[in-house]
Nanobody, 117 residues
Framework: QVQLVESGGGSVQAGGSLRLSCAISGSPDCRYGMSWYRQAPGLEREFVARIDSADTTNYGDSVKGRFTISRDGAKNLVYLQMNSLKPEDTAMYYC???????????WGQGTQVTVSS
């Protein structure tokens, strides 16, 4: 059973930085990629960043140039480095593991990020 646990959220002032972590436990038994999504109250879940099994990365337009996704395969960790944070980045952040060529995916419980002006 695959489980994902996010950490690293918190409160920060605008312009500050945070690094989120997503710990993967269990064996996905597939070639997989990892994504970060976020959801603010009253809004739909929004794609933030993705890193695939070849370490190719993609970012949502609103975070390009400010956020960086990376992974430490040996430690089964995925990170989201968030710089130049803005109040509109305030949301619950979720990590997702998706299996390539499959509809199978797993979600974590989320970690809250609050950016004050």
């Amino acid at each position: 059973q695959v489980q994902l646990v996010e950490s690293g959220g918190g409160s920060v002032q605008a312009g500050g930085s945070l690094r989120l972590s997503c710990a993967i436990s269990g064996s996905p038994d597939c070639r997989y990629g990892m994504s970060w999504y976020r959801q603010a109250p009253g809004l739909e879940r929004e794609f933030v960043a993705r890193i695939d099994s070849a370490d190719t990365t993609n970012y949502g337009d609103s975070v390009k140039g400010r956020f960086t996704i990376s992974r430490d395969g040996a430690k089964n960790l995925v990170y989201l480095q968030m710089n130049s944070l803005k109040p509109e980045d305030t949301a619950m952040y979720y990590c997702k593991l998706y299996c390539r060529g499959s509809l199978l995916n797993y979600w974590g419980q989320g970690t809250q990020v609050t950016v004050s002006s």
